[in-house]
């Protein structure tokens, strides 16, 4: 099995390539976005020496059916998968803005709730709660997109009063977000999962609001295994969660969390191989579609081609 890693392609009216963590993304003539997910993997900010094989393919096909299913609800930014790791979409002017919408009290929510906090992003949070308990509603808590470190916590009325989104704008986004979250919520339930938080991204292109990038993948959302949740809950225990969280717990079970000084441990074949298969169970227990693997004897050949062959057709 092959990892792809690294791409450097130069397909028909390429303008620019953008290398991130896990995704490279070519603009082509300013129009269209062609996103092609790697394998590598990321944890505590660090891009890990070794790809898991299929992860990218997961990753792309498990937004790829969740665009598809909420399409009625906003338009999206996808128009073509034509290779298992590849999504060529067009190319969007981002809303400088995060919408993350959380159902239940976890992660960053319960840190600053635990310190003491009960208002995150301009929103009040009841007292009384602890951590993992559903919200009585779910709550938007968006963040900046930032240009260099990280995104900030930012209230609704900041947004609209610094210009960052105009009033009516957001509202859209709002509107857009909770129902989104509705339809994820439901799509969970049905495989016996929790969808605990998320966070969506949306564009404009020609005066027109798109969903862009992934969504409902592990990498962008928390999921709880449903059965046991109360059972958990009640006795204090943590939840059972749909996640690379594995991954995080196998670095620092061997001393890495991406502190100065610390090396980063050495990921053999049959640790490769394990993270491997929990993604694909990750692909079928989110998605309820058995997973087929993709040839990847050529990876970055199979793409080249595929993409190619398909912008193309285009012109």
Partial sequence: MSALTKTEFSFPGQKSLYVGKVRDVYNINDDFLVMVVSDRISAFDVVLPKGIPFKGQVLNQIAEKFLDATADIVPNWKIAVPDPNVTVGHLCEPFK?????????TGHAWREYRDGKRTLCGVKMPDGMIENQKFPEPILTPTTKAN?????????????????????????????????????????????????????????????IYLIDEIHTPD??????????????????????????????????????????????????????????RYIELFEKITGDRFKKSDTAKINARIETAVTEFLRAQV
Avoid: C
């Avoid at 204090?236 to 196998?250: I, N, P, T």
């Fill in 97 to 105: 803005v995060e919408m993350v919408i959380r159902g239940y009290l």
């Fill in 148 to 208: 260099f470190g990280h995104d900030e916590d930012i209230a609704r009325e900041d947004i609209i009063s610094q210009g960052i989104v105009d009033k009516a704008e957001y509202e859209m986004l709002e509107d857009y977000t909770r129902k989104l979250f509705r339809r994820g919520t439901k799509m969970a339930a049905e495989m016996g999962l929790i969808l605990v938080d998320t966070k969506y991204e949306f564009g404009k292109k020609d005066g027109k």
């Fill in 220 to 277: 962008s959302s928390r999921y709880f295994y449903a059965d046991g949740y109360e059972e958990r809950q009640a006795a204090g225990d943590k939840q059972k969660q749909l996640s690379k969280e594995f991954v995080r717990q196998w670095l620092i079970q061997n001393n890495f969390q991406g502190l100065e000084g610390q090396t980063i441990p050495e990921m053999n074949e049959e640790f490769v191989d394990s993270v491997s298969d």
